[in-house]
């Protein structure tokens, strides 16, 4: 057989159901080898898109996204989103093609080192040399992606390599390995939280990346202990939970820190260094850790660690459930949690023309009704949506973190929307970064998708400006003119509503939610907020 065929029958084997991507001439044989597969080509406008999609797939999933790309250029567009889906920790196979191997020791048309390119954001880098290692190639990279911490894997496939008679057979998927905590160590981890009278859980991406949500939630319950998460670990508790105490990520001291800054021990369950560091929430370095995670802890000064617990996370946490004794809710938290919610929603029905975001956000929050997938893109936005928006299932608001790329959003949808044919599917972003990969309109329609976009619009790069402001109390060159988004929608045959005043906002929010075609909606937003949120904060002193 031919070797792009054995390579789609591997691709087969590993599950995969979509590959996004581009057609070029130096992946021709994969793209035409796809003819009769079960996997879907899902065709996007620009590389960057695919691999965005390739990433919330991932991220939704728990299984490898995968997209294509050709050489030079192709290959080169497609880092962005690679980028993202390796510091946010999805899984995801990269497939490029390249150049025939006879001319890749000399100067040629299109040709650079893809494999050097991609060095640095993926966990696993392979060109295919000769066509019999593909099924072991393929095995591989896919077992790479998912192994703990997940991430993006490339694979090359030069022009000539891909139409080479071979013979092979897919290699057997086993299940992935799973590692235990040392019995030890939960034990000292218990003797230390049993000893606490002011313990408090940081939750991060790995807490759903594990499936520990129920484990933590039944740990949290049974032993009283309130529970902050990162932006990746929006929903492990509902918004109306009495141990939640919401999202910790701003850089500025929030009044959520206040219950980190009043705690004898900091429990860490799937937390990350790349989703907000230590210095922000542990900033004198006195909270002992207790660290529960997939990998060994990453050393930093702020991160004093009194004990590890590496392994599987579910399995740590349930072990720790049987060991820990039952807490009294130490004094303090109920005072923060009604802190939060009165400081979180005091703003929510302010009425005017143009838009506070706070307003935007809790209108969202209300005709969602706690069941759509929400994607937000990276901007002024993401900050309000990390704040105030609370998700009231995990996994349900896929923000870009580690890497924070603006752009991901309408790709984004459009992956959740072919994960969650069901479920309302809401793109969130700033006129900045929906102009980035707002062409990818033509793919959700093309695909049929009824997907909700809401824009929030400055005309600006507002989230630049708000730093430019703190820092200068000046901003430069962050102001542009955008296009008549709702003929813009129009045009690849979408809904545009246009919102100027608050009153219209949840009638047009409801309206797109229950539409079954594609809905973008131009809301004006009033950004004088973001300089007056620093102000407070900076302000902000802990009172419990």
Known sequence: MKASDLFVRCLENEGVEYIFGIPGEENTDLVDSLIGSKIKFILVHH???????????????????????????????????????????????????????????????????????????????????????????????????????????????????????????????????????????????????????????????????????????????????????????????????????????????????????????????????????????????????????????????????????????????????????????????????????????????VSGSPIIPQRIIGDLKKAEKGEAIIISDVGAHKLWIARLYQPEKPNHTIISNGWASMGIAVPGAIAAKLVYPDKPVIAVTGDGGFLMNGTELATAERLGLAIVIVIFNDSKFGLIEWKQLNKFNRSNDIEFKDPDFLEFAKSFGAKGIKVTHSDELLPALEEAISSKEIVLIDVDVDYSENVKLSKTLGDYICKL
């Open 47 to 349: 590389e960057q898109a695919a691999a965005f999609m390739a990433d919330v797939y991932g991220r939704l999933t728990g299984r490898p996204g995968v997209c294509l790309a050709t050489l030079g250029p192709g290959a080169t567009n497609l880092l962005t989103g690679i980028g993202d889906a390796y510091l946010d920790r999805s899984p995801v196979v990269a497939i490029t093609g390249q150049a025939g191997l006879e001319r890749i020791h000399k100067e040629s048309h299109q040709y650079v080192d893809i494999i050097g390119v991609f060095e640095e954001i993926t966990k696993w880098n392979q060109q295919i040399r000769v066509p019999h290692t593909i099924p072991e190639i393929i095995r591989k990279a896919f077992k790479t992606a998912l192994l703990e911490k997940p991430g993006a894997v490339h694979i090359e496939l030069p022009e000539d390599i891909a139409m080479m008679d071979t013979d092979g057979e897919p290699l057997p998927v086993t299940p992935m390995p799973v590692s235990c905590s040392s019995v030890d160590e939960i034990q000292k981890a218990a003797n230390a939280i049993n000893r606490a009278k002011k313990p408090i859980i940081l939750a991060g991406n790995g807490v759903i990346r594990d499936g520990a949500v129920t484990a933590l939630r039944q740990f949290a319950e049974a032993k009283n202990i309130p529970v902050v998460n990162t932006f990746m670990a929006k929903g492990v508790l509902p918004s109306d939970h009495p141990l939640t105490l919401y999202t910790v990520g701003m850089q500025a001291k929030d009044y959520v820190l206040c219950g980190f800054d009043q705690a004898d021990v900091i429990i860490t369950v799937g937390y990350d260094f790349v989703e907000y560091l230590p210095k922000y929430w542990n900033d004198e370095a006195m909270n002992p850790i207790i660290h529960i995670d997939s990998l060994p802890a990453e050393v930093d000064a702020y991160y004093p660690l009194a004990c590890e617990l590496v392994g599987n996370v579910k399995e740590a946490v349930e072990a720790l459930t049987s060991l820990v004794k039952e807490k009294e809710l130490w004094p303090g938290v109920k005072r923060l949690k009604a802190q939060l919610d009165e400081n979180l929603h005091m703003s929510d029905e």
